[in-house]
């Protein structure tokens, strides 16, 4: 007997910025680095916070009931932990922190999103631009605190999709690597760390120069990554033997798609490489819903900027000229795809 049908999966996904709102919030009131290694009762961590009493069981407790935090014991005697996911990807003072794009979803993405039903009927971006007038990137890059903020998002995003990419990817036949748009440098160094004797360089705008500098050198590669400062719809992209570009494809509308799969083919010698890391859809596009919200995320952010899928990267390579193809999962909803001139 089919079991009956119950709503619960409608009010779960309707009222989804809760759990959402409780996660994010707890990530801008750094509880996760608070926390750290240590176990807190109730009242030391809402002091520590600066809580107000009447919200500190609440939400220590949801987030308990989240998976966010481990509780020992119960009542007032009781302590709460961080949980393995927690320590390792939510604590700042841990190198796999990835908090920085949940840092961006609460101050940026999360407003802009209450505007998704205009953006549905207009097809027009959401965010600064609809306040200022002003280009997404061009509000970005001219605010330190805002790009800063921006850089950190992109790394926490990207961190575990690059990592699974180096270490999947055979690099044995490449001699010099470019990221393009490689923003903290943060997958050029793990290219660097991986395949000691690649030429490795990592490529953005100049007010990105310095950012990627500092970074790589805060951990050690100063001498071993390049940076390269250039716009790359104005100037040729760096020659390489093999090029990434990850997660920069889906903040364009074909016609910017298509200019950059164009640029990396020229830059490329006969059997180089070129690789795309995204959010990529299925090709059938029915599974992979983190990949069809992101490419509502860039309707919300650019207006006419879409996610994508293998199928569709590979069609627009082989019009540029690219023969060969091959598709590297990397996370549940992460990919590389790699075309070969």
Not at 158 to 178: H, L, Q
Request: glycine content about 10%; some cysteine.
């Amino acid at each position: 007997m089919n079991a009956p049908l119950s709503p619960a999966r409608l009010l779960q996904v309707g009222t989804g910025f809760w759990p959402a709102q409780i996660l994010l919030s707890a990530v801008a009131l750094d509880l996760f680095t608070v926390l750290g290694g240590r176990a807190l009762t109730a009242r030391e961590l809402g002091e520590a916070l600066k809580l107000h009493p009447r919200a500190r069981l609440d939400f220590f407790d949801a987030l308990v009931a989240l998976r966010f935090l481990e509780r020992d014991g119960d009542g007032a005697k009781a302590r709460y932990r961080n949980g393995l996911e927690s320590a390792a990807f939510l604590d700042k003072s841990k190198p796999g922190y990835m908090g920085g794009i949940l840092e961006m979803a609460q101050a940026r993405l999360f407003p802009f999103w209450a505007d998704l039903k205009t953006a549905l009927l207009t097809g027009q971006p959401q965010n600064e631009i609809k306040h200022s007038g002003k280009p997404l990137f061009d509000e970005l890059y001219a605010e330190p605190a805002r790009l800063e903020q921006f850089m950190r998002a992109m790394t926490g995003a990207s961190r575990g999709n690059f990592a699974a990419f180096v270490d999947k990817f055979d690099f044995t036949p490449f001699k010099s690597y470019v990221d393009i748009g490689g923003a903290t440098g943060l997958l050029a160094g793990m290219v660097a760390e991986a395949a000691p004797k690649l030429d490795c360089t990592t490529f953005d705008l100049p007010v990105v120069a310095p950012i990627a500098t500092r970074c790589l050198a805060e951990r050690g590669l100063a001498g071993r990554v390049k940076v390269a400062s250039g716009d790359f719809f104005k100037a040729p992209l760096p020659k390489a033997d093999l090029i990434s570009m990850g997660m920069i494809l889906h903040d364009w509308n074909l016609d910017g798609k298509m200019h950059l799969i164009r640029a990396a083919y020229d830059a490329l010698p006969k059997g180089g490489a070129f690789v795309a890391i995204e959010h990529l859809i299925d090709d059938a596009r029915r599974d992979n819903a983190f990949g069809l919200m992101m490419s509502l995320n860039m309707l919300v952010e650019f207006g006419d900027a879409f996610d994508f899928s293998a199928a569709d990267f590979q069609g627009w390579c082989r019009e540029v000229g690219f023969t060969r193809f091959e598709v590297l999962p990397l996370t549940p909803v992460a990919g590389a795809v790699v075309a070969y001139k």
